[in-house]
């Protein structure tokens, strides 16, 4: 039961969130006037800084008595910086 109560409220989490930061990010895309063929990478973006949100933070006040063990730092500054690129690449790809 811990387990499904879990993959619910990542479920939300993962929907509210995402749907408020794809909402900013589109916001930023559609004022610079960005192409918007490329606005998904924007998107991908937020779902992964969102997955290094719950492995860091989240995953330790939620239900599941599993294993619970952080990223690597090394493996959260790249997954970041992906992230960042994939926010800046519809800017450069769009020129």
Same mark, same amino acid.
């Given at each position: 039961?811990?387990?499904?109560?879990? /993959?619910?409220?990542?479920?939300?989490?993962? /929907?509210?969130l995402? /749907?408020?930061?794809?909402?900013?990010?589109?916001?930023?895309?559609?004022?610079?006037?960005?192409?918007?063929?490329?606005?998904?990478?924007?998107?991908?973006?937020?779902?992964?800084?969102?997955f290094?949100?719950?492995?860091?933070?989240?995953?330790?006040?939620?239900?599941?008595?599993?294993?619970?063990?952080? /990223?690597?730092?090394?493996?959260?500054?790249?997954?970041?910086?992906?992230?960042?690129?994939?926010?800046?690449?519809?800017?450069?790809?769009?020129?």
């Amino acid at each position: 039961m811990r387990i499904l109560l879990e /993959l619910l409220r990542i479920l939300i989490l993962f /929907l509210f969130l995402g /749907l408020v930061g794809w909402n900013l990010i589109n916001n930023v895309y559609l004022n610079n006037q960005v192409d918007s063929s490329f606005t998904w990478l924007g998107g991908a973006a937020i779902f992964l800084i969102l997955f290094v949100l719950y492995r860091n933070k989240l995953q330790f006040s939620g239900w599941y008595r599993g294993r619970k063990k952080k /990223l690597p730092k090394l493996t959260t500054y790249v997954i970041i910086a992906l992230s960042l690129l994939l926010i800046l690449l519809p800017f450069i790809i769009g020129v």
